[in-house]
């Protein structure tokens, strides 16, 4: 695990500094993610970038991946889902702010006091995973029942006929 970051940051200045960090760490750590996948073993792998564009928005650029396993809701196995995520995050004093920031930026508020960096990593993993976890290996065999074989099936009505004339014979 290589950790050439703070626990703890201030965005602002981070961005001011044009700063960055990147390193591992380990799934099992993120707490909140634990409570959403079946298994966090192995590492994500981050890099974070801090910034100021041309029109004076402080940004963070995040970058993560990571294999966490997951219940695949259509055969119900764990499977690794290949969690990959990259995003733009324009950093905001308030809420009010984020009409102003451009198209291709998600808002990120910012609060003054220092920030737990792994936080950041953390939502942006939870963020990333599937709504509805699907592994997508094996077809799932939707048939219920016997499997139809090539003979043919009565027509209900056609049967009803024929207990109709038997019952009229007798």
Known sequence: MSRDFPAQIDPWQ???????????WPLDRF??????????????TFEIEFGIDALG????????????TLICQRTLAPFEYELSRTVRLGMLSTEDDVPALPPDYEPLVVPEEPVQLMDLVEDEMILALPLVPKSGEQPVDASFGPAEDDTEQDNPFAVLARLKEERNQQ
Request: net charge positive; charged share 35%.
């Open 14 to 24: 981070m961005a001011k500094g044009r700063r960055g960090f990147k390193g591992d």
């Open 57 to 68: 928005v402080s940004y963070m650029d995040l970058t993560v991946e990571a294999r966490p």
């Open 31 to 44: 707490e909140r993610l634990n409570d959403l996948v079946a298994e966090a073993k192995g590492v994500a």
